[in-house]
């Protein structure tokens, strides 16, 4: 591919009808679980079958997650409302949040590190939270929270 863009190449059509797969929103979705919900939101394998309608010859990269040793931490950057909201929203252990209770420095970069079982216990958690916040605000800032985590988590692997 020598990088031009030839705008005859694809059908309006076939990336109008994959914007409307996409994004369309569904009252049913409405009760569906946070894993649910982020399994159906518009992810990067969405933006790659849009890109797919718009250049069907477009070869993209597959991120492939960095593969780690069992029990190896993993970092996690959390701001000061993400601390709060899993110190004072979640069910979480002393195990999993008593590291956030150590403030950086000034200037120091806000990580936490987690081996991946323990990552994933805490996005149990914090998606359970977002499940069940009444406050529909906070659900939404779990949900968020619960996306980060995940993203953290899929980039990671300890699997053979």
Do not use: C, W
Request: charged share 35%; no cysteine; glycine share 6%.
């Amino acid at each position: 591919m020598d990088g031009s863009f030839d705008p005859e190449a694809f059908s309006i059509e076939a990336v109008n009808e994959k914007f409307r797969q996409i994004f369309r929103g569904s009252n049913k979705d409405k009760g569906a679980s946070v894993a649910q919900r982020e399994s159906a939101k518009p992810g990067i394998e969405a933006s790659y079958a849009l890109l797919e309608a718009i250049q069907p010859r477009l070869e993209l990269p597959h991120k492939h997650p960095q593969r780690i040793r069992p029990g190896e931490k993993v970092p996690l950057e959390l701001n000061d409302r993400e601390r709060a909201l899993i110190l004072e929203h979640t069910f979480a252990g002393e195990e999993l949040t008593n590291r956030l209770r150590v403030v950086p420095g000034p200037g120091e970069r806000p990580i936490y590190r987690f081996t991946l079982d323990d990552l994933d216990e805490l996005a149990g958690f914090v998606a359970a939270e977002a499940n069940h916040a009444k406050d529909k605000k906070l659900g939404k800032e779990l949900d968020r929270l619960f996306a980060r985590i995940a993203d953290v988590l899929e980039s990671y692997t300890d699997q053979d």
